[in-house]
Structures are given as C-alpha cells and as structure tokens.
C-alpha cells in the first residue's frame, strides 16, 4: 500500500496537470502512472497469502488485463457519443477488441491455474457462476457488437457504446466477485492424518478444498 501511496502522490497530480494543459506527453505520463497504479492493486491482493483465489500469480496480469478493458471500453462509448472523438471511434474499437481478447484469456489461464492449485470449493464455485455470464456480457456480446458497428455504419455509434458498456461492466463485476465474493480463505490444512498408536498415516486433507 506504501507503494501504491506514491505513486497515487505522483499520479493524481500529473493527471491534473496534463487535463488543463492538453499536453500529449502530459498526457502518456499520466497513462503510465495509472497503469502503475493498477498494478499495484493487484499486487497488493497477491500479497495476501491467506486467500487462495488472490494470491495466484495470474491474479496480477488479470486484474492489470481487466483494468485496461474497462478503460477502454469506457473510452470507445465515449468517442462513439462525443463528436468531437468519433473519428478516432474505430481505432479505439480494434484496440478494445484486442483488451478484451486478452483479457478472456487471462482469465481462463487464471481459472485453470487456480483449479490446478485447488482452493476452497465454494471459491470456486463462485467462479464457475458467473464464467457464463463473463463470457457472454464481457467477451461474446461486445465483440459482436463491434463487428458489426464496422459493418452497419448507421448504427456504429449506439453498438460502439453500448459494446464498451458491456466491456467496462463485466469487468467491473469481476473485481467485484473476486474481492468480495470468492475470497475465502485458506483455513487449516494437514500434511497427513494423524493416528494414534501403532499404524500409518493417512492422506494429507484440506476441508473444504477442491483439489483436481
């Protein structure tokens, strides 16, 4: 959090300075301060050990990956809306489908090296809820969307918007539920079963675990 703190010290200011002043490099150094800033969220969630689904080293590039989709998708509704930013409209959509391309992918990596893992089943299956729902609202619709926003000239405008909607929302719901909803922790763990007086062991356990 220390070093989430100075770079918030550095950021907020830059990006202030670079707002009045309109300034292109202004500008790029305040993205990549933010872009540090993102990172350091999720850095602070691997850092809590005690919490299977957080401190998978997935969880940095997902969290990273989500944060840029939002962003972008958030920027495509606006340049689709604001006229003085529709021509960069397209452009801005080809690089929102790539985010979210990405950031599908992260997110399966991340699921499958959480299941390899093993965590609390219940963390689990929280995930396995909503990756439907993800899949469609956050990968599926707004890629249609886009793609036929290319197509459809009449209609680019509202598909562009409602596409990035679509992209910064699922993104949104996904920190939401990793934070709050599939956190549980690690609780105790065996490394085998214990017996009393003369025998073997048993097998290692961990209640409440998924274990593939």
């Known amino acids: ?15 202030a300075l670079a707002l009045w002043f309109q300034l292109p490099a202004l500008l ?10 993102l990172g350091s969220q999720a850095m602070i969630l691997q850092a809590a050990k005690g919490i299977p689904a957080w401190r998978m080293s ?10 840029l989709a939002e962003g972008g998708g958030l920027f495509l509704a606006a340049t689709a809306q604001l006229s003085a930013l529709q021509p960069l409209a397209k452009v801005v959509a080809a690089i ?29 299956a929280v995930f396995y ?3 439907a729902w993800f899949f469609m609202i956050g990968l599926a619709l ?11 000239t009449p209609a680019t405008a509202i598909l562009f918007a409602i596409a990035g909607v679509c992209i910064a929302a699922a993104g949104i719901v996904l920190k939401f539920i990793l934070v709050t909803r599939a956190s549980f922790n690690q609780g105790f763990a065996l490394v085998h079963t214990p017996v009393r007086g003369s025998g073997h062991a048993g097998p290692a356990v961990k209640p409440g675990w998924s274990l593939s």
């Open 1 to 15: 959090m220390t070093r989430e703190a100075w770079i918030v010290a550095v950021w907020f200011p830059l990006a």
């Open 28 to 37: 790029i150094a305040a993205a990549g301060f933010a872009v540090l800033f």
């Open 58 to 67: 997935w969880v940095v590039p997902l969290i990273i990956a989500t944060g």
């Open 96 to 124: 929102a489908i790539v985010l979210v391309a990405l950031r599908g992918w992260i997110w399966r990596s991340y699921l499958a090296a959480l299941e390899t893992a093993g965590a609390p089943t219940r963390a689990l």
């Open 129 to 131: 809820d909503y990756r």
């Open 142 to 152: 707004p890629l249609t969307l886009i793609v036929i926003g290319f197509a459809v």
